[in-house]
């Protein structure tokens, strides 16, 4: 088997085991979260059910979300083969985007559609505000996660079959 091959096999691989991981995880971390704040809203008069409207599609949204991080970030792991750089590319995917869009703001709302923690605020919410130029639509943020994952792991495939 060619060294490419072999490498291409061996990401992929990789890729297989953490998103399984991080998309159960993730959906169990999220269903045991909000389990767990059920009788804190309930004591507050603001109990909420799986069954109410929207709930259910956050869930599984906020979940989505935790994979496509997870997964972004192992696809930057493998472009840049260098832990520390890998994190902070991921810091600045995660949290210095959205700095940088709102800065921006003054002139377009458009690069805020972009960023990945505006799709989770839509995603994670039961509705979206219409009075949040900002904030993209639930099908802009779907797009969103899956732009992110693959232009994360394309660009991590292509990087980590090269030769070293």
């Known amino acids: 088997m060619p060294s490419h091959a072999y490498r291409a096999a061996l990401l ?7 998103g399984a991981v991080t ?5 169990l971390l999220v269903l045991a979260t ?14 909420v059910g799986l069954g109410d409207p929207g709930v259910l599609r956050a869930l599984v949204g906020a979940g ?3 994979f496509v991080v997870a997964m972004v970030g192992l696809g930057l792991g493998a472009l840049l083969r ?8 991921l810091f ?22 972009w960023v990945l923690a505006n799709a989770a605020d839509v995603l994670a919410s039961t509705h979206v505000p219409s009075h949040a ?12 996660l ?8 394309g660009l991590g495939t292509w990087r980590w079959t090269r030769d070293p």
């Open 12 to 18: 992929i691989a990789g890729m297989m085991a953490v």
């Open 23 to 27: 998309l159960l995880g993730g959906q």
């Open 34 to 47: 909000f389990l767990a704040c059920r009788p804190v809203l309930a004591a507050r008069d603001l109990s």
């Open 64 to 66: 989505l979300y935790l």
């Open 82 to 89: 260098h832990t520390a750089g890998a994190v902070a590319a």
């Open 92 to 113: 600045a995917v995660v949290f210095l985007s959205y700095a940088v869009a709102r800065a921006m703001e003054a002139w377009s709302d458009w690069p805020d559609h």
């Open 133 to 144: 130029p900002r904030l993209p639509s639930l099908a802009q943020a779907g797009l969103d």
């Open 146 to 153: 899956a732009a992110y994952l693959v232009a994360a792991l």
